[in-house]
């Protein structure tokens, strides 16, 4: 199984700031990667798949790069809505699918 | 309007059983495969089992493996969990959500589209 782990735990930002979200596999998942958006109460969406292309209705601020085991997702400029958790998934060998812990980015 | 709409969810005893349903609209079922993922209170997200879009494939994960079964009604554009032997581990919000499509055999594993959950509560 494939461990993804994700840094840091939680993020405190102010907005307007930009973003770093880490995600870490414990063994190569090619570029077969996505980032998912939570909020309270509500269901994950799809903001990137395959590394680095944006979900459809997905703002431009929302990049993702990497490859093989480290991959990045960036905010260029954080909008209060973006304030939530994000979750990375594999699909480079399943079953299983595997999600990282999660990073929760929150109002300094 | 693409939709998702779970049901099913409550509070069942440890060792019961529950079958939980998703009921797609906008969409036809009968064109994607269809994923369970789960959620504990307050903790991050497991994927549970998969349909391929005709049925012929499944899988689980080892946490859920002889216990639950998906299945899938495409006439109905349902897809169901049936969840038996249930403890307090099991507890959790159950989200349907579609897979983008298949291609070459194998579907992408992504989740493009997600309900809304139902929550199982397990406890005695």
């Known amino acids: 199984e494939i461990v993804l782990t994700q840094s840091p735990a939680t993020l405190s930002l102010s907005p307007g700031e930009r973003v770093t979200l880490s995600c870490r596999a414990s063994q190569s998942v090619s570029s077969y990667l996505a980032w998912y958006q939570q909020k309270p109460g509500q269901a994950p969406r799809l903001l990137i798949y395959?590394?680095?292309n944006r979900a459809t209705g997905i703002p431009a601020r929302f990049s993702g790069s990497g490859s093989g085991t480290d991959f990045t997702l960036t905010i260029s400029s954080l909008e209060p809505e973006d304030f939530a958790v994000y979750y990375c998934q594999q699909r480079s060998d399943w079953p299983p699918l595997t999600f990282g812990g999660g990073t929760k980015v929150e109002i300094k | 309007q693409m939709q998702l709409v779970e049901s099913g969810g409550g509070v069942v005893r440890p060792g019961g059983s529950l079958r939980l349903s998703c009921v797609a609209s906008g969409f036809s079922l009968s064109g994607y495969g269809m994923h369970w993922v789960r959620q504990a209170p307050g903790k991050g997200l497991e994927w549970v089992a998969f349909?391929?879009?005709?049925?012929?494939?499944?899988s689980y994960a080892d946490s859920v493996k002889g216990r639950f079964t998906i299945s899938r009604e495409n006439s109905k554009n349902m897809l169901s969990l049936q969840m038996n032997s249930l403890s307090a581990q099991d507890t959790a919000v159950y989200f349907c959500?579609?897979?983008?499509?298949?291609?070459?055999?194998?579907?992408?594993?992504?989740?493009?589209?997600w309900g809304q959950g139902a929550l199982v509560t397990v406890s005695s």
């Open positions: 349909m391929r879009y005709d049925g012929t494939q499944t």
């Open positions: 959500a579609k897979d983008p499509g298949c291609s070459g055999g194998r579907c992408s594993g992504y989740f493009d589209f």
């Open positions: 395959d590394a680095s």
